[in-house]
């Protein structure tokens, strides 16, 4: 075999593999099973002094010395060769006279499952946020369609709903679609969602090792109802004043903070993930960076930024004042709100007599 790879070209870092009966067998499952059973028989039997308590499976098993390396996460700080999940290079880390990986204890299938899970779930399922990459996954009766998955809506806003309907359906907008799913799950008509719960981590790596820096679970109903919050919240009338504003994508919500999105700091999109997935309260400096921002559009004369606006508008509603609406409330008690009423009022006025002045009464007086 090794004569006959050499005539044909072949090189000592080349993979080989087997096709029999005219199948690969690395492409058929049927074997796994047999494989697992038979690795175990290899493993030292219980009595052994080196077993030990498998974090993963709860099980004595004879741990792995070293764990496989977790792939795709080179472009979050991580190596191209893969990133290391548990690591223990120095003694200063190691507890009790371990070494290396046996100081956080797996079994070698158990190890090589929570990787594959891992290099599935970063090839599928993550959104690069922050110069990290959030991955996320349910667990219940039935697997979670992309259509009725929150993150994706979160993550693409009015733009999810292009994806899967024409133009003339897209009037449902993100957050309808949020409210309907939530209905479902509360009356019962969607019984494959009711027991269901997601999972979410953020992953990213450093000198060779995965770093988590957030995990977040909970009941999917309690997400939906997150996300359906998050898109009310930053429902906000068109500029035009015809219309509501489409749902924005999550990311356009942070780019309202800066004239770029390269200059909102990473901890900032962080919090406001958590913000929207876990229906916090705004940030007072996200607040104030907004603000900032609406001031110079103010000064400038430019078109209002819809996500930015409602930015403004979710920070007082989460802070507990119902009477702000996504349109004109003419019964809101706050006296700056019917002054900023007045300053309108006093601009619409100046430009219906001169026009175009330039600096106008709102760039003045602002």
């Given at each position: 075999i090794g004569e006959r790879l050499r005539e044909h070209g072949a090189r000592p870092s080349d993979l080989v593999t087997f096709h029999v009966g005219g199948h690969f067998l690395v492409d058929c499952s049927s074997w796994h099973q047999w494989w697992r059973t038979y690795r175990r028989t290899l493993q030292k039997q219980p009595g052994s002094a080196t077993l030990m308590r498998c974090l993963a499976s709860g099980e004595l098993v004879e741990p792995a010395r070293t764990q496989p390396k977790v792939?795709?996460?080179?472009?979050?700080?991580?190596?191209?060769?893969?990133?290391?999940?548990?690591?223990?290079?120095q003694e200063a880390f190691c507890s009790y006279g371990l070494e290396?990986?046996?100081?956080?204890?797996?079994?070698?299938d158990e190890a090589h499952a929570y990787r594959a899970a891992l290099d599935d779930l970063i090839s599928k399922h993550a959104q690069k946020l922050a110069g990290a990459k959030v991955i996320h996954w349910f667990a219940g009766r039935k697997p979670i369609d992309r259509k009725d998955d929150p993150f994706v809506m979160l993550e693409?806003?009015?733009?999810?709903?292009?994806?899967?309907?024409?133009?003339?359906?897209?009037?449902?907008?993100?957050?309808?679609?949020?409210?309907?799913?939530?209905?479902?799950?509360?009356?019962?008509?969607?019984?494959?969602?009711?027991?269901?719960?997601?999972?979410?981590?953020?992953?990213?790596?450093?000198s060779g090792r995965v770093m988590v820096r957030d995990w977040m679970e909970g009941q999917f109903e309690q997400l939906v109802?997150?996300?359906?919050?998050?898109?009310?919240?930053?429902?906000?009338?068109?500029?035009?004043?015809?219309?509501?504003?489409?749902?924005?994508?999550?990311?356009?919500?942070?780019?309202?903070?800066?004239r770029e999105l390269r200059e909102i700091p990473s901890p900032t999109i962080a919090k406001l993930w958590r913000v929207a997935?876990?229906?916090?309260?705004?940030?007072?400096?996200?607040?104030?960076?907004a603000l900032s921002r609406a001031r110079l559009d103010f000064i400038k004369a430019e078109p209002a930024n819809h996500a930015r606006m409602g930015l403004l508008k979710a920070f007082h509603i989460r802070k507990g004042d119902t009477q702000m609406m996504p349109y004109l409330n003419e019964e809101h008690p706050s006296c700056a709100y019917h002054c900023g009423r007045l300053m309108a009022v006093l601009a619409a006025i100046q430009y219906a007599a001169f026009g175009d002045v330039g600096a106008g009464v709102v760039q003045r007086y602002y």
């Open positions: 792939s795709g996460l080179a472009d979050v700080g991580g190596l191209a060769t893969g990133d290391a999940l548990a690591s223990y290079k290396q990986a046996h100081n956080a204890a797996v079994s070698d693409t806003g009015l733009e999810f709903l292009d994806e899967l309907e024409t133009r003339e359906q897209t009037e449902l907008q993100a957050q309808n679609r949020a409210k309907r799913l939530l209905e479902a799950v509360r009356t019962g008509t969607r019984p494959e969602l009711h027991d269901n719960y997601y999972y979410a981590a953020t992953l990213s790596g450093s109802g997150n996300i359906s919050a998050w898109f009310d919240d930053l429902t906000i009338v068109h500029r035009e004043g015809t219309r509501m504003a489409p749902s924005p994508k999550f990311m356009a919500v942070v780019g309202a903070l800066g997935v876990r229906w916090e309260p705004i940030p007072q400096q996200v607040l104030a960076q």
